[in-house]
């Protein structure tokens, strides 16, 4: 379960509260994201909700385009990262996939407004993330 904690942390511990006009998200510059909400369900558990801190998720992550990759940012991470295999733009939402440690997440953010959410799934478990983005 903490592993794939560990690979929803990397990708979706990025969300901060966004400011954005009504420009779009700059790919061509990385992207700081900030955890707001996490839900975890398990078949046998049930659900529990929290903060990146309650599930030990990092609080911020960095989207790279140009490398295609997610990682934990901030002076006592882990530095998790993890490969973006798949990255679409439909319409204004930015989309990402991909699998780490033989787990799936994926992630959407809509350009307008940086609003965020990610998934992570494996054997028995998925984790849903609520967050925002913003170019940095």
């Excluded at 002076?75 to 990262?81: L, S």
């Excluded at 990255?87 to 939402?93: P, S």
């Amino acid at each position: 379960m903490f592993k794939i904690i560990g690979t929803i942390l990397l990708v979706l511990s990025f969300l901060v509260p966004a400011h954005f006009a009504n420009a779009e998200l700059d790919t061509s510059s990385p992207l700081l994201c900030s955890v707001i909400n996490v839900a975890e369900f398990t078949l046998d558990e049930g659900c529990f909700e929290g903060t990146a801190d309650s599930f030990d998720l990092p609080q911020f992550v960095m989207i790279d385009f140009q490398n295609n990759t997610i990682s934990e940012v901030g002076e006592n991470t882990k530095k998790r990262k993890s490969t973006i295999n798949n990255l679409k733009r439909i319409d204004t939402k930015l989309i990402m996939q991909g699998i780490e440690n033989g787990r799936s997440w994926s992630v959407i953010i809509e350009e307008k407004t940086g609003k965020m959410s990610a998934t992570a799934s494996d054997e028995g478990v998925g984790f849903v993330v609520l967050g925002a983005c913003t170019a940095l």
